[in-house]
Structures are given as structure tokens and as C-alpha cells.
């Protein structure tokens, strides 16, 4: 039996196969073309959302690597499916048949220039179950993280936006409650009293 073997490669998107068979495709589209579970990907998961923030963020170093399995000469995506199927509706709006979303594509993909033979950091193995860890620490452990609360979020806005940023209600709401928060943690008050007031983790 061979060993399982992992490399790390920069991959052009055009190489990138989606997988068929990952969570987010319905049975019915095992085994269909790849143009089929695209359009899937799109309505279910609203790629063109997903799309906008890509190229908002297009400058930064890619964070997470696409995890791969290699099948003789094709390369399988099992973890990063809906973020190589964002690149290549960027990169060929001709992929999205509704005439209006393939417009927004073309839009955005024209800012930042992507082509199919653009590339990214990938983890190739040649074990599918090497690349299944991947998925589940990923998707079904969450990583292991811990979502942020309201509290987290309150404090991210309050922490991290200036007054020069064009605050939306939204966030001046955000700031406010944490400048309230701190003021009620510094009376002389019962600690449970301050719980009651201000919601969990902000005592």
C-alpha cells in the first residue's frame, strides 16, 4: 500500500476540478459536468455575495490553502469548493447562465483582472482520506473556534473603526453599547445585578 503524501503547490484555477461529492451538492448532480454544480453553488450560496468580497479583499495574501486530491492527472478540490468555483465565475462569467449575474461577474472580475490561469496555494495528497480531516476539523469541528458574540462583534466595531470611516447606524449603535458597558462595569454594583444588565461575557 502506498504511503499518503502531501505537497504544497501553487495551482491555476483551470486545473482546480470541483468535487462532486462534497456536502454543499445535492445527489442528483453526482457525476453532472462541473457547469451544473456551479450553478448550483450559485443559488444556493450566493457566489455573486461571495464574489464582492473576494475582490474587496483580492490584495491580501491568501489565508487558507485549497485542499486537493490528486487522481491520476486530475486535480479534485475537497476543501475550497465554493471559493474556486467564485474565482472561475470571475475569471469566465460564460460559466453563469443567468444573464444579469453573469454581468456582475464580468464586472468584478474586470477589477482585478483574473484570468483562468490564475493560481493559489494548495495542499495535494493522494489520499482522499487525508484531505477528509481537512474538511472535518474544517466544516464539521468549525476549526474549533468560537464564534464571537454580540459582545466580540460590539467590541471589533468599537475597537477597529474610526470616526473617519463612515460609521453606519449600525456601528455607531455597536460603539455605543460598549462605551455603556464599560461605564456600568466601573459602578459599584452586584455583579450579577451588572449581568443582568449587560448579557453574557460582559462581566
Known amino acids: 500500500m502506498s504511503s499518503v503524501r502531501f505537497d504544497s503547490k501553487r495551482i491555476a484555477i483551470k486545473n482546480l476540478l470541483l468535487w462532486d461529492r462534497n456536502s454543499r451538492i445535492p445527489e442528483y448532480l453526482f457525476g453532472e459536468k462541473e457547469s451544473e454544480i456551479i450553478q448550483e453553488l450559485i443559488e444556493r450560496y450566493d457566489l455573486l455575495n461571495f464574489a464582492n468580497e473576494v475582490v474587496k479583499d483580492f490584495d491580501l495574501p491568501q489565508l487558507e490553502k485549497i485542499v486537493v486530491v490528486q487522481r491520476r492527472s486530475n486535480m479534485v478540490v475537497f476543501e475550497g469548493n465554493r471559493r474556486i468555483a467564485t474565482y472561475k465565475c470571475l475569471a469566465n462569467p460564460s ?3 443567468d444573464p444579469m449575474i453573469r454581468n456582475k ?4 472580475g474586470e477589477q482585478i483582472g483574473i484570468r483562468d490561469s490564475f493560481s493559489l496555494d494548495c ?3 493522494n489520499s482522499q482520506k487525508a484531505a477528509m480531516r481537512y474538511v472535518k476539523r474544517k466544516h464539521y469541528n468549525r476549526n474549533n473556534e468560537i464564534a464571537w458574540s454580540q459582545f466580540e462583534r460590539d467590541n471589533y466595531i468599537n475597537r477597529t473603526v474610526g470616526p473617519k470611516d463612515g ?3 449600525k456601528e455607531t449603535d455597536s460603539i455605543y453599547k460598549v462605551n455603556l458597558g464599560n461605564k456600568v462595569q466601573i459602578i459599584d454594583l452586584p455583579e450579577d445585578f451588572k449581568r443582568k444588565i449587560l448579557g453574557k461575557g460582559l462581566v
Do not use: E, R
Open 105 to 108: 461577474f464580468q464586472s468584478l
Open 123 to 125: 495542499i495535494v495528497t
Open 167 to 169: 460609521l453606519s447606524k
Open 95 to 97: 460559466l453563469v447562465k
